[in-house]
């Protein structure tokens, strides 16, 4: 499903732990990181295909995880013409994502890489943040500094209201 400007719907997920690392996982036999991602299916909302992927590639369920938020728009980016299938090339540009910040209410060992047939990542690891994005293929890294930087507000939320509640604590 590609639209009308050439780009494929899709989800992109940083999950977070009660430390703020977010969860990067690594291509199979490939020297990439990156944060769990998929196509939306026909008929499917945004919210679904996340789960879906969640699921896919994690392992994780809903009751895994909580929602922090959520892109308000979609993010794109291009796909390089050398990456395209011959096929696609001339109605197909890249992906648009709707991006989704979680935070791990479950366990390390609820993620597992192998929940499905076809596994994306073959190892997984917490980093800061604001990790520096070398490890990431290039024509994506816009978008994942766009999507960790709209979604920051959340953490930064749940920090204060955390010391807010620190604060009345100490107060009775």
Known sequence: MI????????VGIILCNGRNQVFWG???RE???QFPQGGIKHGESPEQAMYRELMEEVGLRPEHVKILGRTRDWLR??????????EWRGSYKGQKQIWFLLRLVGRDSDVSLRATAHP?????RWSDYWVAM??????????YRLALKELSSHLADRRRARAEEKEVQLIR
């Open 120 to 124: 994306e990542f073959d190892a997984w």
């Open 26 to 28: 690594k291509r199979i």
């Open 3 to 10: 639209d009308r400007d050439g780009y494929r719907p899709n």
């Open 134 to 143: 070398d490890s990431v293929i290039e024509f994506k890294r816009d978008v």
């Open 77 to 86: 980016y291009d796909v390089p013409t050398n990456w395209i299938k011959r």
């Open 31 to 33: 020297h990439s990181w």
